[in-house]
C-alpha cells in the first residue's frame, strides 16, 4: 500500500525571513526587591530560629497566633507584580543575596544607568513580500496579519500600501525560499525517508511507503515533522494519503495540522475541497467557476468526455492523478550525483576491438570527471545499450579506491567476454555508484627505499576478476575460546589483529569428527590408539590437556562445556589435534568422547 506525505509550508518566506532577522533575547533587568506590606515584630518570643535570621513560613511564632500561609500568599497575590517580595525573603537560601557595594543615586553624585533598549521584532505589524511582474509589484507573500487585513497574493503592491498604511513591503527570495526547501529535502532524505521530492515553492513530497513503522506510526511521525519545523520557526500542515494528488489537496485545503485518512477514503475527503485543490491552471479555474463547477465532488461526477472539453485535457488528468487512476511519480532529491559519463556511436558496434576502444575513452573521461572531484573509484557498471532496445551491464570493484586508467582498464577487459553486443551496440553508459575521497599520492622517488610497501590492491583485483569475490580473501582471528569461532573471514586488504599466543593447526576441520575406539588414561593423559575414519592409529608421542570452556553466554548448554585438547603425533609422522569432551570428574561437562578438530603441518 503506497502512503505519500504532503508537508505543506504556507508561510514559508515570511517566517523564514523573520527567522533570519530575528534578534538575541536581551536581558530583562530585574526588579528591586520590595518589603513585605505588614512589619514584622522585633520580639517575636521564643523563635526556631535566632534573633535577625529572618521571616520564613515554618517558623513556631507564624504559626502561633499568627498569619496563616495560605493567608499571606493571598496578600502577595493581590500586590503589583513590581512589589512581590522575592524568594529570598521567603526563605529560599539558594537565592542570591544582593551586592553590599550599590551605586549612589543620581541626584547625589553618581552616574545613573540608562535602561537596556529592548528591541522587539514586531508581529503585530502587517508584512507582503513583493515581486516584479513585466510593469508591476504584485504580492508574493502576506503574512497572517495582512491576510486578515485583505491583502492577498497576487495583488498590485501599490493598492496594498493604499489600503494599508503601516505596511512592512519588502522584496521576495524566491531562490532564499528555494534553497531552503532543497536543505529540508536533504535532510529528509537521510533522516525520514529516501524518496523526498519538493513539491512547488511552498511543501515536500515524502514517500512514507514502509517507514512510518520505525517512528511508531503515521500519527507520531507527523506530530514530530511538525514540532521539528516549530522549534525551527516555521508553520506547516502535512496529509498523509495513497497518491501525491491527494495528499497535496488534503495539507492545502484541508483545514487541519494533520489530516490522516483512512486508505481508500480519499475520494471522499476529497469531495468538499474546492476545485483549486486539483492543482488546474487559471484558464480551468475560470471555466470550472462559469459553470457553476466549485467542489471537486462536481468534477467526480461529471464525465470525462464534457469535462475534457469545458476544462481541457490537462484538468481531467489531475483528478484521475489525484483520484489514483493515473500514476503520478515522484523525482526524488539525489544527495550525491554519481560520476557518469556517456557516449553515443555514430554506428552500431559489435566487434570486441571496438568495444575496447570506446571503453578506453570512457574510462579516461571518467578519470578526468573523478580528478576533478577528488574521488576514486571502489565500483564501476558499465552499460551497453543495444540496438533491439535490451542493455547489457558488467561491473567492476576495486579494493581500493583508484583513479588508475591503465588498472581500470585491464578490469574491464577480463569481463570483457559477458558482453553480447546482439545486432550492435549504439550508446554506452560508464558510472560510478560507489566512490570514496581519493586525494594527490606521491607517485615516485629521486631516492628509492628497498622498505617501500608495495601496493597489492591492482593484484587483488584481478585474481577478483578471474575467480570471483568470494575466492579472494584473508583469515583474521576473532575474540573467541571456541576454535571454531577464533577464525573470521575478512577482506584481503583489511588487517588483521594480533594471533594468540598458543599453538594452533595449520587445517581446522569445519566440523569435529568422532573417533572411535579410543584408548586413553583418564583424566589428564593423551590418547594411547584411536580410529578415524575406518583406519586405526597408534600414538607415539602427545602434549596437553589445554583445557577450554564453552562460551556460557551464548546458550545454556555451553554452560557446563568443557573441552580438553591434544596434539599427538601418530606412528606414521602425523600430528594431530584431538579433544576430549567432559574433564573427567563432574558428569554434566562432557560424556567423555573423542573428536579430531585439526592437523598441524
Same mark, same amino acid.
Given at each position: ?278 492543482? $488546474? ?37 489531475? $483528478? ?282
Amino acid at each position: 500500500m503506497i502512503r505519500v506525505a504532503s508537508l505543506y509550508l504556507p508561510q514559508l518566506a515570511i517566517e523564514r525571513l523573520r527567522r533570519s532577522e530575528r534578534p538575541a533575547r536581551p536581558l530583562e533587568p530585574r526588579a528591586p526587591a520590595a518589603p513585605l506590606p505588614s512589619p514584622v515584630d522585633d520580639n517575636p518570643g521564643a523563635c526556631s530560629v535566632p534573633r535577625g535570621g529572618g521571616w520564613r513560613p515554618g517558623a513556631r511564632w507564624a504559626r502561633d497566633g499568627g498569619l496563616t500561609k495560605a493567608q499571606i500568599i493571598g496578600q502577595m497575590a493581590q500586590l503589583p507584580a513590581h512589589q512581590r517580595p522575592p524568594m529570598r525573603m521567603l526563605g529560599r537560601r539558594s537565592e542570591p543575596v544582593e551586592h553590599p557595594f550599590k551605586a549612589m543615586p543620581p541626584d547625589e553624585g553618581g552616574r545613573g544607568t540608562a535602561p537596556m533598549p529592548v528591541i522587539a521584532f514586531r508581529h503585530d505589524r502587517p508584512m507582503v513580500l513583493i515581486e516584479r511582474v513585466g510593469q508591476r509589484d504584485l504580492i508574493r507573500s502576506a503574512c497572517p496579519v495582512a491576510l486578515s487585513l485583505g491583502l492577498t497574493p497576487g495583488m498590485v503592491a501599490a493598492h496594498a500600501r493604499a489600503l494599508v498604511a503601516d505596511l512592512d513591503v519588502r522584496d521576495a527570495d524566491p531562490a532564499g525560499d528555494q534553497a531552503w526547501l532543497d536543505r529540508l529535502a536533504l535532510h529528509g532524505v537521510m533522516h525520514w525517508t529516501p524518496t523526498v521530492s519538493v513539491s512547488g515553492g511552498d511543501g515536500l513530497w515524502l514517500d512514507l511507503t514502509g517507514t512510518t513503522h520505525l517512528f511508531g506510526g503515521e500519527e507520531r511521525f507527523c506530530r514530530r515533522l511538525l514540532r521539528f519545523l516549530q522549534r525551527l520557526g516555521f508553520t506547516a500542515r502535512i496529509a498523509i494519503a495513497g497518491t501525491p494528488g491527494a495528499a497535496h489537496a488534503l495539507a492545502r485545503y484541508g483545514g487541519r495540522d494533520i489530516f490522516l485518512p483512512d486508505s481508500g477514503t480519499e475520494a471522499t475527503a476529497l469531495g468538499e475541497l474546492p476545485v483549486a485543490a486539483l492543482r $488546474l491552471e487559471a484558464a480551468a479555474l475560470t471555466a470550472a467557476a462559469r459553470f457553476g463547477l466549485e467542489r471537486v465532488a462536481d468534477l467526480i461526477r461529471l464525465p470525462r468526455g464534457p469535462m475534457a472539453k469545458r476544462l481541457g485535457l490537462a484538468a481531467v488528468t489531475r $483528478l484521475d492523478q489525484t483520484l489514483g487512476h493515473v500514476a503520478e511519480p515522484i523525482a526524488p532529491v539525489v544527495p550525491f550525483e554519481a560520476p557518469e559519463v556517456s557516449l553515443r556511436l555514430l554506428e552500431p558496434i559489435g566487434t570486441p576491438e571496438s568495444i575496447t576502444q570506446v571503453i578506453g575513452d570512457l574510462v579516461d573521461d571518467l578519470i578526468a570527471v573523478l580528478r576533478e572531484r577528488g574521488l576514486g573509484v571502489r565500483t564501476a557498471l558499465l552499460v551497453a545499450d543495444r540496438v533491439d532496445g535490451e542493455a547489457q551491464r558488467i561491473g567492476i570493484g576495486a579494493s581500493r579506491a583508484t583513479r588508475d586508467a591503465k588498472h581500470l582498464k585491464r578490469m574491464f577487459a577480463l569481463k570483457l567476454d559477458r558482453i553480447e553486443p546482439g545486432l550492435g551496440i549504439e550508446a554506452m553508459h560508464l558510472l560510478v555508484p560507489h566512490s570514496e575521497p581519493l586525494g594527490a599520492s606521491m607517485a615516485g622517488s629521486l631516492v628509492m627505499s628497498d622498505g617501500a610497501a608495495t601496493d597489492l590492491a591492482p593484484a587483488i583485483d584481478q585474481l577478483v576478476g578471474r575467480a570471483g569475490e568470494a575466492a579472494v580473501f584473508r583469515v583474521a582471528p576473532n575474540e573467541s575460546d571456541v576454535p571454531e569461532r577464533a577464525i573470521c573471514r575478512v577482506g584481503p586488504l583489511d588487517e588483521p589483529g594480533c594471533w594468540p599466543k598458543w599453538k594452533r593447526p595449520v587445517r581446522v576441520l569445519r566440523r569435529p569428527e568422532h573417533l572411535t575406539h579410543v584408548v586413553a588414561l583418564l583424566p589428564d593423559h593423551p590418547p594411547r590408539r584411536f580410529t578415524w575414519r575406518g583406519q586405526p592409529y597408534r600414538v607415539t608421542a602427545g602434549d596437553g590437556p589445554e583445557r577450554i570452556h564453552g562460551e556460557w553466554w551464548r546458550t545454556d548448554t555451553e554452560l557446563w562445556a568443557v573441552r580438553d585438547y591434544f596434539r599427538v603425533e601418530v606412528e606414521s609422522g602425523e600430528r594431530f589435534w584431538l579433544f576430549r569432551r567432559g574433564d573427567g570428574v563432574e558428569p554434566e561437562t562432557g560424556d567423555l568422547s573423542w573428536y579430531i578438530h585439526g592437523m598441524f603441518g
